[in-house]
């Protein structure tokens, strides 16, 4: 009996989509029938997956990319970001995450906010792994890469989570805007912007309160 299975693969670098396509579609079991829709950026990924839902035809597995031109509404800025919308369009589907990140605090950030069924750091990645971790997600998910397992294992103690808010607040000061105009993309009040601002300054330990400081060790972390 046929298995049909629809992806969602959404990343900024046309060729690197090729290849995971042309990876599933030379890998999957006879059984199985592939439909696989391809986004370049947030606002195509969105689009899609609204669409999938208007037409009651959810994806069983979405492909994320982390590193992503923010949509033009500025509501998504990472597919991070997407993959919390899927969450909750489709809480059925199947996430998984490839990445060029491997910063210890990001990746246990992705594991603690998406708990993804799959997680694969590009610079690890096979045809191999990734048609291995494709079916280990089918069947009997999660699926992580060697890199992701020793950065889980080494930080289980770490507490460093940034949630979908902050996140957002750092992409924007790290684009220039200024505390001020954060209200303009931020549905908050400025008083509960600023307490947002002094929580993250107290979770990278800025000590000397600066906004410079903060985006600095953020970056480090790979959080921007």
């Not at 890998?27 to 969105?46: F, H, L, P, W, Y």
């Not at 605090?105 to 906010?113: E, F, G």
Request: charged share 25%; aromatic share 6%.
């Amino acid at each position: 009996m046929q298995e049909s299975i629809r992806i969602l693969m959404t990343d900024d670098h046309p060729m690197i989509i090729e290849g995971y396509q042309n990876t599933l579609l030379a890998t999957k079991k006879e059984s199985q029938d592939i439909k696989i829709d391809i986004a370049n950026n947030c606002d195509e990924s969105i689009k899609l997956m609204n669409k999938a839902i208007a037409l009651d035809y959810p994806y069983d597995i979405l492909f994320m990319d982390i590193s992503l031109p923010p949509s033009s509404d500025g509501k998504y800025t990472s597919g991070e970001d997407l993959a919390m919308h899927a969450r909750s369009i489709m809480p059925n589907a199947k996430i998984v995450i490839l990445t060029m990140f491997n910063e210890t605090y990001r990746v246990n950030n992705i594991v603690k906010t998406i708990n993804p069924e799959g997680f694969l750091i590009k610079s690890d990645l096979t045809s191999r792994e990734l048609a291995n971790a494709f079916q280990a997600v089918l069947a009997n998910p999660p699926f992580y890469s060697g890199t992701v397992n020793k950065i889980i294992r080494k930080t289980i103690s770490t507490d460093l989570v940034v949630d979908e808010v902050n996140r957002k607040i750092l992409h924007l000061l790290s684009q220039g805007i200024k505390t001020k105009s954060l209200t303009d993309s931020i549905d908050l009040s400025m008083s509960a912007i600023e307490k947002r601002k002094k929580h993250l300054k107290e979770l990278f330990r800025i000590s000397d309160g600066s906004d410079e400081t903060l985006l600095e060790e953020a970056r480090k972390k790979g959080f921007i």
